[in-house]
T-cell receptor, first 113, second 112 residues
Framework: ETAVFQTPNYHVTQVGNEVSFNCKQT?????MYWYKQDSKKLLKIMFS???????VNETVPRRFSPQSSDKAHLNLRIKSVEPEDSAVYLC????????????FGPGTRLTVL | GEQVEQRPPHLSVREGDSAIIICTYT??????FSWYKQEAGAGLQLLMS?????DRKEEQGLTVLLNKKDKRLSLNLTAAHPGDSAVYFC???????????FGSGTKLTVEP
């Protein structure tokens, strides 16, 4: 099956803890993204990677750090989570230089207590 | 950056009726437009996309209209059915040709 996969589906943690989310795509794409969807369903770009290189880093707190081992994987680490980090984190991918279409994973829901 | 407004935030229609969702954007150089569907607890499903040289596109009961003069994008679901109930988002490509900017979403409810 070719798609965008995310783990875990959800995660509950306490303020100050560190969390990591994983994203893998089997679509053969070379560009991957992290978007944040808040409690009001608003979607906003966080990071964009092309061939393991960071190309977009929107205004995101320093406690967020993306990590890419290869063009099919893009993980997200959050050091010392805050209550406002509670959201759904959506990973997406596309083929740079081809169609602009972005394909999304199912998301990881983070709840910070 | 690009600003995208979407309306209405909530839309309720009866089965078989049409549902129309509208987005406006600010950057006249925007080259790519798309619509996504998000069902409860799920990710975003790409419905349709158009480039800026397309005014109208129809696929499987969906019609996308692009009015570049008014910077307006619309999605028309003809003959909606309960399975269409979801949150719909428009998304436009930023001037860097990389990042999508999303509307605020429309929660569509189709009643039997």
């Amino acid at each position: 099956e070719t798609a965008v996969f995310q783990t875990p589906n959800y995660h509950v943690t306490q303020v100050g803890n560190e969390v990591s989310f994983n994203c893998k795509q089997t679509l053969g794409h070379d560009t991957m993204y992290w978007y944040k969807q808040d409690s009001k369903k608003l979607l906003k770009i966080m990071f964009s990677y092309n061939n393991k290189q960071l190309i977009v880093n929107e205004t995101v707190p320093r406690r967020f750090s993306p990590q890419s081992s290869d063009k099919a994987h893009l993980n997200l680490r959050i050091k010392s989570v805050e209550p406002e980090d509670s959201a759904v984190y959506l990973c997406a991918s596309r083929h740079w230089g081809g169609s602009f279409e972005q394909y999304f994973g199912p998301g990881t829901r983070l709840t910070v207590l | 950056g690009e600003q995208v407004e979407q309306r209405p935030p909530h839309l309720s229609v009866r089965e078989g009726d049409s549902a129309i969702i509208i987005c406006t954007y600010t950057d006249s150089a925007t080259a790519y437009f798309s619509w996504y569907k998000q069902e409860a607890g799920a990710g975003l499903q790409l419905l349709m996309s158009v480039l800026s040289n397309v005014d109208r596109k129809e696929e499987q009961g969906l019609t996308v209209l692009l009015n570049k003069k008014d910077k307006r994008l619309s999605l028309n679901l003809t003959a909606a059915h309960p399975g269409d109930s979801a949150v719909y988002f428009c998304a436009v490509l930023g001037s860097n040709y990389n990042v999508l900017y999303f509307g605020s979403g429309t929660k569509l409810t189709v009643e039997p």
